[in-house]
């Protein structure tokens, strides 16, 4: 990625991400859960990188993002999609976030290649129609599981499914390892933890 103003949205946002990292660590779990509204909580530079990196490797081209938050993880997957003659659906339900991240993404000058959603995550996955290539799962942590059976059957043979925060904060942990066996039921899927940024967790649907 060698866009200067893409560069340049994405600096900014670094900045601001380590200190709110900083922040959320000096937390208790009960500070951490009255402030996440007001936080970022974007995936950070190495998910970042490792997302878009992944994303062309794969060459996807229908791309979902669940939780947009101001759109960082956003940026990243639409300079792939970019790339790779895709586009982006990024699910949004607070409108003050949504808004700054079609900012964001109009100064990165990737708006063409972005569609957003403003509204419940399982309502809006109930009508969005399939398939999936690549689905990026960043939302309530509580709501993984249930997402992902919305989008499971909208897999398109090859998907790849990326689900953040699977070691940091440590409060979400068990939460995390829930739906890290859920997803292992699936025989149709293949799964690993890869520790990248907060940590992650990489699923792969079968071609046959």
């Avoid at 000058?109 to 290539?133: H, R, S």
């Avoid at 939460?175 to 899927?189: A, E, G, H, S």
Wanted: hydrophobic share 40%.
């Amino acid at each position: 990625m060698k866009e200067l103003r893409i560069l340049n949205v994405l600096s900014e946002f670094d900045v601001l991400l380590e200190v709110e990292h900083n922040q959320l660590k000096a937390l208790s779990p009960e500070e951490r859960g009255k402030r996440l509204d007001e936080m970022m909580l974007a995936v950070g530079l190495k998910t970042g990188e490792f997302l878009n990196m992944l994303l062309k490797t794969q060459g996807g081209k229908r791309i979902l993002e669940i939780g947009t938050s101001v759109g960082y993880s956003t940026i990243w997957l639409a300079e792939a999609a970019r790339v790779n003659g895709g586009r982006v659906t990024t699910l949004e339900c607070v409108a003050a976030k949504q808004t700054q991240a079609v900012e964001n993404i109009r100064r990165a000058g990737l708006e063409d290649f972005v569609d957003f959603q403003l509204g419940d995550a399982l309502k809006l996955l109930e009508i969005l129609p399939g398939t999936w290539d690549f689905v990026l799962l960043d939302l309530w942590k509580d709501l993984y599981i249930p997402c992902f059976d919305r989008f499971y059957k909208k897999l398109a043979p090859g998907a790849i499914v990326v689900a953040d925060n699977i070691t940091f904060p440590p409060d979400f942990r068990p939460i995390m390892k829930d739906y890290q066996q859920y997803v292992r039921t699936k025989p149709d899927l293949h799964s690993i933890e890869i520790d990248i940024g907060q940590g992650l967790d990489l699923t792969r649907k079968q071609i046959s």
